[in-house]
């Protein structure tokens, strides 16, 4: 089992930035990549951004390719999603992600049914 915790979210304004942290707890050592998800209301939960723990490689969605960036410590078990120039179409609840599955392909990680653990997720909300 692998337990995940997220901090770090808020309110910001509109061109500002948050960190947001899981740390993962349990059998880490089982775990391949992690990443974040996010749902707004009404809307279904959406890749945001990957990392696979070993090597590093990373995947991001589209819509924050170049404000976003995932990054991680392996001591500390923790992955890390720095948000830059938010925009209010951000807001939502931000979820972190672990799979203990390795993948040949990248795009897999993009897909939540890749990850079988779950943090309980974390409020962003950007004001314009």
């Known amino acids: 089992q692998v337990q995940l915790v997220e901090s770090g979210g808020g309110l910001v304004q509109a061109g500002g930035s948050l960190r947001l942290s899981c740390a993962a707890s349990?059998?880490?050592?089982?775990?391949?990549?992690m990443g974040w998800f996010r749902q707004a209301p009404g809307k279904e939960r959406e890749f945001v951004a990957a990392i696979r723990w070993s090597g590093g490689n990373t995947y991001y969605a589209d819509s924050v390719k170049g404000r976003f960036t995932i990054s991680r410590d392996n001591a500390k078990n923790t992955v890390y999603l720095q948000m830059n120039s938010l925009k209010p179409e951000d807001a939502a609840v931000y979820y972190c992600a672990a799979t203990v599955t390795t993948y040949y392909s990248g795009s897999s990680y993009t897909y939540s049914g890749a990850y079988a653990y779950w943090g309980q997720g974390t409020q962003v909300t950007v004001s314009s």
């Open positions: 349990g059998r880490t050592v089982s775990i391949y990549g």
